[in-house]
């Protein structure tokens, strides 16, 4: 598992609002190496607010014209992939598609 950051730019540049951001948490695949890649698991992990004003499409994280697809919940924070994450189609991406199918993957609980 690695990590990494998603950046969420404004979509109305005038009002200079800040940029939003969050750790992505990268679910890599075992038997993974530079001479083989396999598919990853990206998981952008929002707080409910940052979740809202994407959803609004107030910020936008990414080019493409979808937003992310939420994959769970908790109190505090949204779990999301994000768009078009598997365009490439890499070794090993049909296999995430089952693991994603099968609701494998749970939000963990907030007290």
Not at 50 to 68: C, D, K, M, N, T
Request: hydrophobic content about 35%; charged content about 20%.
């Amino acid at each position: 598992m690695r990590t990494d950051q998603w950046k969420g730019d404004p979509v109305d540049r005038e009002h200079n609002q800040t940029v939003l951001h969050g750790p992505v948490v990268i679910i890599r695949h075992p038997l993974w190496s530079a001479s083989n890649p396999r598919q990853d698991i990206p998981i952008m992990v929002f707080t409910q607010k940052q979740w809202h004003l994407v959803q609004s499409e107030q910020f936008a994280v990414s080019a493409a014209p979808i937003g992310p697809g939420e994959l769970g919940r908790n109190k505090k924070y949204v779990f999301a992939l994000p768009p078009r994450f598997d365009y490439a189609f890499p070794t090993g991406y049909e296999e995430v598609e089952v693991i994603l199918r099968s609701k494998a993957l749970h939000s963990p609980c907030v007290k």
